[in-house]
């Protein structure tokens, strides 16, 4: 565990307090059964807003998660966020032995969170209804792709799916190109986020219910699909009601416009949005065309879209004369709303991320000191902290199993010759 974590900034003015802050989830006990990359992400922050979390992890071919992104002098990278603040365990589900261990794990838990096919739990006898014949105020999140019941539920479930069935895919991209998909696991941490919320609702629900009801727990059922399906937007609603299918428009949107991605003279690139009226006139007038605002069809975003190659060439003329420093200074003074498109070194050396501390530096035993996004949300009474990163295989298997639940240290040497925990 980290015990002097390296910070940037100071400590107690970030959105987390780097290694001691308990969070609003301070005894509550996570077992986090899941894998790449929802699950995993869900219990991230649950872990980072106090919960004590336990990842079960295969005890000899480890989480896929290890494997998964770069890694330097062979320490998986991506591993050291996605399991921090998370105790390990090797331990194997399918062997009757295993399961009989997490059902002692599960047993001491509030929230345990997998995401195996439909099915599978059940086969191993970890379904529902034996976890909560053995803790009735358990909740169990179930994350697949496409959900527990249906004609896809047994299908094999990848956030590319989610992504290529939910209308992202469809919608982004350029006009005569073809469906994009996003180059990171974007359905999945969109549900990882989602299922975050929900354990805090049904926690709430299970502690807060009246009369018979307190103290229960309950199922969630949480596809990759359905949360990115609200992200996209009311596609379903529009063509429901309209009879209308949302079309591919590049970095342009068919709500306002100007709204592009515009190369400066320095070749680089910043973002452009008008989302509000006045912002649109104010850029109008900052590059040089308040004639336009006059124009009946300059009056709403809809509008101006339709003439969104006029402003375009108006917008981009004026951006390509100016470094991208130039444009943001310029776009400031007016009131209106740019921004520079960054790589990975420019997020880390933004002023403003390094001064809220969206981008903190954490002590791991492995790398030293290593820059990782912080916490998610500021909270003013109860924040979240990175107490530690991830950590080796096994690394809390003898203290979990021997230390916490009382089982023999030869019987958990013996689990570990049959390689059913490591």
């Known amino acids: 565990m980290t015990e002097n974590p390296v910070h940037d900034g100071p400590v107690n003015d970030g959105p987390a307090s780097v290694g001691t802050a308990a969070g609003p989830l301070a005894g509550i006990r996570v077992i986090d059964a899941s894998t790449i990359l929802a699950g995993p992400l869900c219990c991230q922050i649950l872990g980072d807003y106090g919960a004590d979390v336990v990842k079960i992890e295969h005890p000899v071919a480890g989480d896929s998660m290890r494997g998964h ?29 295993g399961a009989a261990v997490f059902k002692e794990l599960a047993a001491t838990a509030d929230v345990v969170v997998e995401n195996f096919r439909p099915g599978t739990f059940e086969r191993w006898g970890l379904g529902p209804d034996v976890l909560h014949e053995l803790n009735p105020g358990l909740i169990l999140v179930r994350v697949t792709g496409f959900g527990q019941t249906g004609p896809y539920a047994a299908r094999a479930g990848f956030g590319t799916l989610a992504e290529a069935m939910s209308g992202f895919a469809h919608l982004t991209g350029q006009p005569d190109g073809p469906p994009t998909l996003p180059a990171f696991g974007l359905a999945d941490s969109i549900a990882g ?41 009311p596609g379903p609603t529009v063509f429901d009601q309209l009879g209308e299918i949302g079309t591919r428009n590049g970095n342009r949107s068919s709500n306002n416009a100007p709204r592009n991605t515009y190369r400066t003279k320095d070749d680089r690139w910043v973002a452009v949005s008008t989302s509000a009226q006045r912002v649109a006139e104010r850029v109008m007038e900052l590059v040089g065309h308040p004639e336009v605002i006059a124009e009946p069809w300059f009056a709403t975003g809809a509008q101006r879209a339709e003439h969104a190659d006029l402003l375009d060439r108006y917008v981009g003329d004026w951006i390509a004369a100016r470094t991208r420093d130039e ?9 209106a709303a740019v921004a520079p498109i960054y790589d990975a070194s420019d997020i880390v050396s933004d002023p403003h991320v390094r001064a809220t501390e969206m981008i903190t530096k954490v002590e791991d035993p492995d790398l030293g000191p290593m820059a990782m996004h912080n916490v998610m949300w500021r909270m003013s009474r109860t924040p979240g902290s990175i107490r530690f990163t991830g950590r080796p295989p096994g690394a809390d298997t003898d203290e979990l199993l021997v230390g916490e639940l009382g089982m023999d240290p030869d019987a958990v040497a013996e689990l570990r010759e049959r390689g059913v925990v490591n």
């Open 327 to 335: 444009v943001a200074e310029a776009f400031a003074a007016a009131g």
């Open 193 to 233: 986020i989602a299922a975050s919320s929900a354990v805090a609702m049904a926690l709430f629900a299970r502690d807060n219910a009246p009369g018979d009801e307190r103290g229960r727990g309950q199922v969630i059922d949480m596809s990759l699909l359905e949360p990115i399906l609200a992200a996209v937007g």
């Open 69 to 97: 992104g770069r890694s330097k002098d062979g320490v998986p990278l991506w591993w050291k966020e996605i399991s921090r603040n998370k105790r390990t365990i090797g331990l194997s589900l399918s062997d009757p032995a």
